[in-house]
């Protein structure tokens, strides 16, 4: 059990990124230490260490099953992480346009809305009103 813990911490860091996984660390206490450890060794340490698929597209599946299931916080953590992996905003994108057309339009509008967020925050998209680039869709 701790090799899985210890290969989905790695992998959670690599995806997530260090801020991210020392803040839920943080604010794990009596009532929420169970979860972190679920997620951490079965989703991480367990499904994302497969061989089977790798990370860009385990990034693509997530995206889309999160927009899906309008789990906007967690859109906007996979979609840094989709970009840890690799994944440019183009890429996240087409995705995201497999969503409206599988999973409903409200859907993904809404994921469309938080990815753009993350994508400025992340500056790999133009703010608001700025004229976009040659480099960028």
């Not at 813990?5 to 997530?16: D, F, N, P, S």
């Not at 020392?22 to 169970?34: C, G, L, P, S």
């Not at 497969?50 to 299931?69: E, F, K, N, Q």
């Not at 995201?96 to 469309?112: D, E, M, S």
Request: glycine share 6%; proline share 4%; charged share 25%.
């Amino acid at each position: 059990m701790a090799d899985q813990h210890e290969a989905g911490m790695a992998v959670r860091r690599a995806v997530l990124g260090d801020a991210h996984v020392d803040r839920a660390v943080a604010r794990t206490d009596e009532f929420t230490a169970d979860f972190q450890e679920l997620i951490t060794r079965y989703a991480w340490g367990e499904v994302w260490t497969r061989p089977g698929l790798d990370r860009r597209v385990r990034s693509c599946i997530t995206l889309a099953m999160l927009a899906t299931l309008r789990c906007d916080e967690e859109v906007a953590m996979h979609v840094r992480g989709a970009l840890r992996n690799g994944l440019t905003p183009a890429e996240i994108k087409e995705v995201l346009l497999q969503v409206a057309i599988y999973a409903g339009v409200p859907a993904a509008n809404t994921a469309f809305a938080v990815a753009q967020r993350v994508l400025r925050e992340e500056s790999v998209l133009p703010e608001e009103g700025a004229a976009p680039t040659e480099e960028q869709p």
